[in-house]
């Protein structure tokens, strides 16, 4: 079953240093590394919307035009997070998509070297994910 949370508790300015406009869509992954995500997430002034799917992430962002970034993994047991990317850039081109993965192998042999996607390989910690969050705020995809 897909299921959508939001955000209860955006974060404040003096938490994160921003404005806390932002918006993030996380589609939930399994493992530790999700509450990193959301930790690192809320620090740098993003509101959090969590997806359980694809399905979920798809009504999300129906739902909530101002997303601004779509973090998901591209091995997602429901379906697949480079299909869901895909839909986003399609749908949605202004949004900056961030994709985790286990094999960089096989997420490059899927999309070639050219998608505007950027691309974080597990396991990754905290400071690898918030220069990849700040990277892509600054990159024109």
């Not at 101002?66 to 850039?89: E, H, M, N, T, V």
Request: aromatic letters at 6%; charged letters at 25%.
């Amino acid at each position: 079953m897909n299921t959508v949370q939001s955000d209860q508790h955006p974060p404040t300015q003096a938490d994160s240093g921003g404005d806390g406009s932002k918006t993030a869509l996380v589609v939930k992954d399994r493992g530790p590394i999700h509450k990193t995500v959301l930790r690192v997430l809320r620090r740098s002034g993003y509101r959090i919307l969590e997806a359980s799917g694809a399905l979920a992430a798809k009504r999300l962002a129906d739902s909530h035009r101002d997303i601004g970034l779509l973090l998901a993994d591209s091995s997602a047991p429901k379906a697949s997070g480079l299909a869901l990317a895909r839909w986003f850039r399609a749908r949605f081109p202004g949004t900056k998509i961030l994709l985790t993965t286990a094999s960089l192998w096989e997420l490059l042999s899927q999309t070639g070297e050219h998608e505007p996607f950027g691309i974080l390989v597990k396991p990754f910690g905290a400071d690898e994910l918030k220069r990849m969050v700040r990277g892509l705020a600054g990159r024109g995809f």
